[in-house]
């Protein structure tokens, strides 16, 4: 039952907070997932200039 409360207190203390607009790009770029082979090839753009895709 402690741990429930201390939990709650917790919860509700993060309310308050707020990201700033550079925070949350930040976590954006980071959790982004990646592409799935063969497309990351394609991110870099060396790969590409070499092996254009298919039209």
Same mark, same amino acid.
Do not use: I
């Given at each position: 039952? &402690?741990?429930?409360?201390?939990?709650?207190? +917790? =919860?509700? /203390? /993060?309310?308050?907070?707020?990201?700033?607009? +550079?925070?949350? /790009? &930040?976590?954006?770029?980071?959790? &982004?997932?990646?592409?799935?082979?063969?497309?990351?090839?394609? +991110?870099?753009?060396?790969? /590409?200039?070499? =092996?254009?895709?298919?039209?």
């Amino acid at each position: 039952m &402690r741990c429930s409360a201390r939990r709650l207190r +917790e =919860n509700l /203390a /993060a309310v308050g907070w707020e990201l700033t607009p +550079e925070q949350v /790009a &930040r976590l954006d770029v980071a959790s &982004r997932p990646k592409r799935p082979y063969p497309h990351w090839l394609y +991110e870099g753009g060396g790969f /590409a200039q070499l =092996n254009p895709p298919m039209v």
